[in-house]
Every structure is written in structure tokens, then in C-alpha cells.
């Protein structure tokens, strides 16, 4: 398990790797510090988005863990 160092270094590359993404669809997510890993949350318009968030902040993470808690919301 990843130390408290390790994970805060790690959140702010992180929330950048999102903010920065040319996917739009990313940039509104949020990368929040929990106990043990990082936490990502807020909603996109697919599954695929979902998971090129969570590979997008795994890359930037250097094995601190990381939860996925994005909401897949339909754009109807």
C-alpha cells in the first residue's frame, strides 16, 4: 500500500492528467485523496469514458490505488 507522501504527490498529476485530457468529457471529473489510494468521481456520457479516466490516472498514479466512482450518466 502506498504511503500518505506517495498518495498526496499523486493526486494533484492526477486531477492535471484529467483537466488537461482532449477528451472533454474528462476534464469535470475530480481525483480526491482517500485513505489508502485516490478516489475519482463526478459523471460522464459512456462506460469507455469511465475507463480512460481511471487508465488516464492509473499512468500519472505510480501504483497508488486507485477507486473508481464515476457515475455514467445518458445524455438523453
Request: hydrophobic residues 45%.
Amino acid at each position: 500500500m502506498a504511503d500518505q507522501t506517495t498518495i498526496e504527490s499523486a493526486q494533484p498529476r492526477a486531477q492535471a492528467a484529467l483537466a488537461t485530457s482532449p477528451i472533454f468529457d474528462l476534464r469535470g471529473l475530480r481525483v480526491e485523496e482517500v485513505e489508502g489510494g485516490l478516489l475519482l468521481s463526478g459523471s460522464v456520457t459512456s462506460y469507455y469514458h469511465k475507463q480512460l479516466a481511471q487508465e488516464a490516472v492509473r499512468a500519472v498514479a505510480l501504483g497508488v490505488p486507485v477507486m473508481n466512482s464515476i457515475r455514467v450518466a445518458s445524455c438523453r
